[in-house]
């Protein structure tokens, strides 16, 4: 029978021992590493959609605050659903029969330039037509409605084409911007809530963060 000799073994068991530590600590250090990038990953992309989230909201939030003006009287008496424009603070029916017309500039000897001078004057304001050499509602063929539109459903119509007539967004931001109408119905009466300034920023901030519809 041959004799097993221990005489070196419990060096060799310690190398053995010490070899297999190494190995576990090893997989032990990679499985860490795993769960690191395991990490990485699921937190990476939370953070750009938490990113998104929060543009989206962004853009919500400065169409809402735009909308307060949209809805204003200044600007929602001419923008009515019927063919009839809206007159002062609480957007009564406007008074002598004045209607839209195909074109939007009034109907036979009622147009609207024959009281809304173009010239605008001192007397402007306290129940006078306000005066603008371009006085006059959207044409027939595209109303343009804002009366009664949630933010959603505005929102919604100002992305559509066939409502705005324009064929891109800048083309809409351009119209805030620069309209001579938009641009007067900041200067008389009743002022909408923001100057025309803030509004153009807040549209512009709407659009730039992706034109997201409001909840509501
Ligand atoms: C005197 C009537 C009148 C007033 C007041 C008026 N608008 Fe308009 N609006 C129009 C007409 C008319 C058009 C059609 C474009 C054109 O012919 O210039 C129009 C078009 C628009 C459009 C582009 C089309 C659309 O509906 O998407 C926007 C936006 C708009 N108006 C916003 C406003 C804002 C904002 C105000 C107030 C700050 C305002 N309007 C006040 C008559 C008016
Ligand atoms: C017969 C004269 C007359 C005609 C025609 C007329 N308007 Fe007026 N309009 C007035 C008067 C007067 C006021 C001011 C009423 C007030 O403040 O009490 C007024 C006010 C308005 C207002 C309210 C403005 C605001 O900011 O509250 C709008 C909008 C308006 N007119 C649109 C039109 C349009 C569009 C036409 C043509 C389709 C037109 N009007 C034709 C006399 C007229």
Redesign the pocket.
């Known amino acids: 029978m041959k004799e097993i000799k221990f005489g070196r073994s419990p060096f060799l068991f310690a190398t053995i021992v010490v070899i297999l530590t190494c190995f576990v600590q090893a997989k032990e250090l990679i499985h860490e590493d795993q769960i690191d990038d395991l990490d990485a990953a699921r937190v990476k992309p939370m953070e750009q959609i938490s990113e998104a989230n929060l543009r989206a909201a962004e853009s919500k939030r400065a169409f809402l605050d735009a909308y307060t003006v949209f809805m204003h ?2 600007c929602m ?2 923008h009515p659903k019927g063919d009839t ?5 609480d ?1 009564h029916l ?3 029969g ?4 195909v074109d ?4 036979y000897a ?7 001078q173009p010239q605008t004057t001192e007397l402007e ?6 005066s603008h050499p371009n ?3 959207p044409p027939a063929n595209r109303k343009m409605v804002f009366e009664g539109k949630s933010p959603r459903e505005l929102a919604a119509s100002f992305k559509d084409s066939s409502f705005t007539g324009f064929a891109t967004m800048e083309r809409f931001i351009d119209h805030v911007e620069k309209d001579p109408l938009v641009q007067h ?1 900041f200067t ?2 009743n002022r909408p809530p923001l100057s025309h300034d803030v509004f153009v920023a807040r549209v512009k901030e709407w659009i730039n963060k992706g034109a997201v519809l409001p909840d509501k």
């Open positions: 009287p200044r008496n001419c424009p809206f007159q002062g603070d957007s406007h008074s002598q004045v209607t839209r017309g939007g500039k009034g109907v009622n147009k609207c330039s024959n009281c809304h304001g306290a129940h006078l037509p306000p006085w006059h509602l119905s008389y009466g």
